[in-house]
């Protein structure tokens, strides 16, 4: 499989972490258990520690699918290929408008992928990976040539799985399982993929469904589809609930072992590109493994753009001559589920 090309999207609005912070002022400030002034300084001090600085929200007017087409414009100018070639579409991520059909449908119309086929893959942050391991054997497979991956990652809106509750503080205990949301940001890519008999696609997983009930979207009725927890809808029944810091500190071994198991010489690699859930953690792992000094980070002005962080990190770095023809890149992501992937390609 081949990358032809990948690009992606931010939505115009600029979002600081001092604006993260006066919208917590703004709607906690009446039923707030505690001292809002020393909880607020706290969530400072964790956004500062994780490496967030500011992320992208949509504003006024703007719409996922538009940013999303225009990242996918963009990506087939790139890679010289028409709408008509694409046969195979896939939708990824958490963001979306649909559940029925796949998002991927609705995407094929508005983009004029008349002939493609079409289904969406969900799996938390760990999305993309998957739906390029995906594509990667139907495009080996010789059935399809031409593949694209989108995703439109975009839960910020009022009334959406975050805003405005999750910036209601109860109290500061509830940071536990709701300040992940604070660094969340919104993109779109696209990535444009066609089968090629080149340099294979090396791809690991380390499932972990044991740490399921660390961080959640629920639907109503989830109750009866999982075993009970604490933890599940922690925060309220289809509203995000993630306990990232227990995330990081349990899942750190196992984000290890799926990069060791990938089996790639650091001395080889030119760029890594890892899920953006926090710059201080993810650089600390790429030291460990000796991958440090070509970490390509996106945190600092995205925040965590979920299944969007790869693909989005492989666009900057292309563009920017980081990453050029001909040389390794790695992909190492941790995510919800828990699950644990690396891939190693080369552009």
């Keep these: 499989m081949k990358l032809c090309s990948v690009a992606a999207g931010l939505p115009s609005r600029t979002v600081t972490n001092a604006d993260i912070l006066d919208l917590i002022a703004e709607h906690s400030s009446v039923g707030f258990d505690g001292d809002l002034d020393d909880t607020l300084r706290k969530i400072d001090t964790y956004l500062r520690y994780t490496g967030s600085d500011e992320r992208h929200w949509l504003d006024t007017g703007e719409r996922p699918l538009e940013l999303l087409r225009d990242a996918t414009t963009t990506a087939l100018s790139q890679a010289e290929i028409d709408a008509g070639e694409v046969d195979l579409l896939i939708y990824t991520g958490i963001g979306r408008g649909f559940l029925e059909p796949g998002g991927a449908y609705h995407c094929a119309a508005a983009l004029g992928f008349d002939k493609a086929h079409c289904f969406d893959i969900i799996d938390a942050c760990m999305s993309w990976t998957r739906a390029a391991q995906v594509a990667e054997s139907m495009l080996r497979s010789g059935q399809y040539r031409t593949a694209v991956i989108v995703n439109a990652e975009f839960s910020l809106r009022m009334g959406g799985m975050v805003f405005p509750h999750l910036f209601t503080l109860p109290n500061a205990e509830s940071l536990a399982s709701i300040f992940p949301a604070y660094t969340l940001g919104e993109a779109a890519s696209a990535t444009v993929l066609s089968a090629d008999d080149g340099d294979p696609w090396n791809f690991r997983f380390i499932s972990r469904p044991d740490l399921a009930p660390l961080c959640n979207v629920t639907l109503p009725g989830y109750e009866g ?121 080369v552009l």
């Design 225 to 345: 589809f999982c075993e009970p927890s604490d933890k599940v809808a922690a925060n309220g029944t289809g509203y995000f609930t993630s306990f990232g810091a227990e995330m990081h500190e349990i899942g750190v071994p196992d984000t290890l072992s799926v990069f060791r198991s990938l089996d790639v010489d650091p001395e080889n690699v030119s760029a890594l590109f890892t899920h953006a859930s926090s710059k201080r953690q993810w650089q600390l792992m790429a030291d460990t493994v000796g991958l440090g000094k070509v970490i390509h980070h996106v945190f600092p002005t995205t925040g965590n753009i979920v299944s969007a962080s790869v693909p989005t990190a492989m666009a900057s770095a292309i563009e920017s001559g980081v990453l050029q023809r001909g040389e390794r890149a790695v992909g190492w992501v941790g995510s919800a589920g828990m699950s644990f992937g690396a891939f190693s390609f």
